[in-house]
Nanobody
Framework: VQLQASGGGLVQAGDSLRLSCACS????????VGWFRQAPGKEREFVAT????????YYADSVKGRFTISRDNAKGTVYLQMNSLKFEDTAVYYC???????????????WGQGTLVTVSS
């Protein structure tokens, strides 16, 4: 099981950033993949998910309209495009694969290392 998130960094409020999740074919090609985040001192929370073929997506209310999840199965990569970033988006972002092809916000089983996103106000 291999997932690796990347693309984090320090940005200003209002900027954009794109995160990438490299995922092995065995782990992700037929699986839903989700993005989660954990801010300092807070519990991990769901951000977005995408079905195995990209046909179904679902977002947390806090990011709806600002973030877009997509995937390229040929490249084994899932993306999270983050626009209009806010200070409260600051967190470590993780990608995770679900055992099923379509998923909502829970039941994720395979986790990778996260990438830090810091938004300055």
């Amino acid at each position: 099981v291999q997932l690796q998130a990347s693309g984090g960094g320090l940005v200003q409020a209002g900027d954009s950033l794109r995160l990438s999740c490299a995922c092995s074919r065995r782990t992700c090609s037929n699986n839903a993949v989700g993005w989660f985040r954990q801010a300092p001192g807070k519990e991990r929370e769901f951000v977005a998910t995408i079905s195995w073929n990209g046909g179904i997506t679902y977002y947390a209310d806090s990011v709806k309209g600002r973030f877009t999840i997509s995937r390229d199965n040929a490249k084994g990569t899932v993306y999270l495009q983050m626009n209009s970033l806010k200070f409260e988006d600051t967190a470590v972002y993780y990608c995770s694969a679900h055992p099923r092809s379509v998923a909502h916000s829970d039941g994720y089983r395979y986790w990778g290392q996260g990438t830090l996103v810091t938004v300055s106000s």
